[in-house]
């Protein structure tokens, strides 16, 4: 199959790009497009076998269910029976936007391969100009995973997109970097306290100041209790190379690079940019503040993979506000390993 890539940035009013996309989704068939957190792989939530596509072209456990998202907030009445009023308050405060709150579906509405087994489903309506554009004209709702193949990072540009899925889908809609960078923060309604089962760019502090108190795990009780979110157990967001987390701390940083290179290694820092003097073989800067971060840290990720790098080493940062969310990514990135576990099991 061959990819077409549409670029439809700054050009929200051209109904052509839009009739294509629409088009092929109500045959049926999936399509990539720009949210404002990440690309997704969207198909219409109600069609089974288009459902199965996104699955078959991102290589995705089946165990793994999806998000479904919106154009309008009045629609959600159609697949869910309660919408508590926290979740009003929630929609009112973030909707359109990257929040994702979990209710329990209606049965037999969406397509099973949505839900993966589950009572409940994932909604959101997106605020990027062309989802939005899209989901309306379509007026179905669209099941959307991050647009990568299963375990890499998230795309934040069609590049990233073709990367990935040239050639196992019909068409990507380019609407250029997608902005927040990282995925939704999707929020469990169905609990007393609601739970935050994987952080993002609307924070546990934006959220308590709207429903008041909310609980957000840390990885290690996520991973003591069973998953919430099937997705999070998965590796994920990792390059080739292995990735060390490793303290924002220059001189720790610097000892380490000249410690690996010593030994022969070629290393690849992703760091903020005054850490480039610090001689790494690749430097990929991801900011300064954190929404520079959240913003630039899936890019960083994959640009690794273009390099000969054996090690990469990404600094850490506060969990405060989106600081967790990229936290989060970083830690499944590097698989809970730190710089200084791995140094001293060479030392041994
Ligand atoms: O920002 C985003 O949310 C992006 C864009 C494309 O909208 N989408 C995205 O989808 O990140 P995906 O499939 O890569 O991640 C969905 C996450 C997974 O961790 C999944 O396990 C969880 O949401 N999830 C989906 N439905 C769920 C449910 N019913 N209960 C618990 N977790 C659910
Ligand atoms: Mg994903």
Redo the contacts with the bound molecule.
């Keep these: 199959m061959e990819t077409q890539r549409l670029v439809v940035d700054n050009n929200v009013e051209s109904e052509k790009s839009y009739t294509q996309a629409v088009n092929l989704l109500a045959e049926g068939e999936i399509v990539a497009l720009p949210?404002?957190?990440?690309?997704?792989?969207g198909a219409v939530a109600t069609n089974e076998a288009a459902v199965k596509k996104i699955y078959s072209a991102k290589g995705?456990p089946s165990d793994?269910?999806?998000?479904v998202?919106i154009g309008t907030k009045e629609e959600l009445s159609k697949y869910v029976d309660t919408i508590s009023e926290k979740a009003v308050k929630c929609m009112d405060a973030f909707w359109p936007g990257?929040l994702?709150m979990?209710f329990k579906?209606k049965p037999n509405v969406f397509a099973k391969s949505v839900?993966?087994g589950?009572d409940?489903?994932?909604i959101?309506m997106?605020s990027h100009p062309v989802?939005l554009k899209l989901l309306q004209a379509l007026g179905m709702p669209v099941a959307?995973?991050?647009?990568n193949r299963s375990g890499k990072p998230?795309p934040t540009e069609a590049i990233h997109v073709e990367q990935d899925l040239a050639g196992k889908i019909p068409l990507i809609l380019d609407g250029g970097a997608t902005g927040?960078g990282?995925?939704?923060t999707?929020l469990?309604l169905t609990k007393e306290i609601p739970v935050i089962?994987?952080p993002?760019a609307i924070t546990k502090e934006m959220l308590e100041e709207v429903i008041g108190p909310v609980d957000q795990p840390t990885h290690i009780e996520q991973e003591q209790g069973a998953?919430?979110?099937?997705?999070?157990k998965y590796t994920h967001y990792a390059p080739n190379a292995p990735v060390y987390l490793i303290e924002r701390n220059k001189q720790i940083v610097q000892e380490a690079i000249q410690y690996l290179q010593a030994k022969d290694y070629k290393v690849a820092l992703i760091a903020p940019p005054s850490f480039k003097e610090l001689s790494p073989d690749w430097f990929f800067s991801i900011g300064n503040t954190q929404d520079e971060m959240a913003s630039h840290l899936f890019h960083a990720l994959r640009a690794c993979d273009s390099t000969d790098a054996q090690i990469v080493l990404a600094t850490a940062t506060s969990t405060e506000g989106v600081g967790a969310a990229i936290m989060n990514r970083l830690e499944k990135s590097a698989g809970g390993k730190w710089y200084s576990d791995f140094s001293n099991a060479l030392k041994d």
Excluded: C, F, Q
């Design positions: 949210t404002e957190t990440v690309y997704g792989l995705r793994n269910p999806l998000i998202h990257p994702t979990i579906a839900t993966a589950l409940t489903v994932g959101r997106p989802a959307a995973p991050s647009a998230s927040v990282v995925e939704s999707v469990d089962l994987r993002g998953p919430k979110a099937p997705g999070m």
